[in-house]
C-alpha cells in the first residue's frame, strides 16, 4: 500500500509562486508514473501534470509555462513548482500514483491519493 502526503500549500498573492510536494512511502516509487490534480468545490478533480517513471512530462494547458513537475527518486518524492500564479489556480491540490504507468490524465487512471492541500491564490 502506498501513502501519499501532500504539503507546501497555502495562501499567496496572484503573480507569485509555490512549491508543492508530495512525499511517497510504502512502495517502489520509481516504478510509478506520478500526477497532480486540483479540485474545486462543486466540480470533479482536474488533471494539472503527470510525469513518468523516465521523467516525461505533460501539462494541461492553462498551467504550461508556469508549472514545472518533477520527481527525486532517490528521496521518494514529486513536486510541483507553480509560478505566475493566478486566483483561478485556487483548488485543493492532489497528488497520484499511477503504479502501472498508463500515461493516462484522468482519475481513473490513479490508483493512491494523498489527502490534498489547499492553495488560495488571492487577487
Known amino acids: 500500500q502506498v501513502q501519499l502526503v501532500e504539503s507546501g500549500g497555502g495562501l499567496v498573492q496572484a503573480g507569485g509562486s509555490l512549491r508543492l510536494s508530495c512525499a511517497a512511502s510504502?512502495?517502489?516509487?520509481?516504478?510509478?508514473?506520478m500526477g497532480w490534480f486540483r479540485q474545486v468545490p462543486g466540480k470533479g478533480r482536474e488533471f494539472v501534470s503527470l510525469?513518468?517513471?523516465?521523467?516525461?512530462?505533460i501539462y494541461t494547458e492553462s498551467v504550461k509555462g508556469r508549472f514545472t513537475i518533477s520527481r527525486d527518486n532517490a528521496k521518494n518524492t514529486v513536486d510541483l513548482q507553480m509560478s505566475s500564479l493566478k486566483p483561478e489556480d485556487t483548488a485543493v491540490y492532489f497528488c497520484?500514483?499511477?503504479?502501472?504507468?498508463?500515461?493516462?490524465?484522468?482519475?481513473?487512471?490513479?490508483?493512491?491519493w494523498g489527502q490534498g492541500t489547499q492553495v488560495t491564490v488571492s487577487s
Open positions: 497520484a500514483a499511477d503504479q502501472y504507468g498508463r500515461w493516462v490524465m484522468t482519475p481513473q487512471g490513479f490508483d493512491y
Open positions: 510504502g512502495g517502489t516509487f520509481r516504478n510509478y508514473a
Open positions: 510525469i513518468s517513471q523516465g521523467g516525461s512530462t
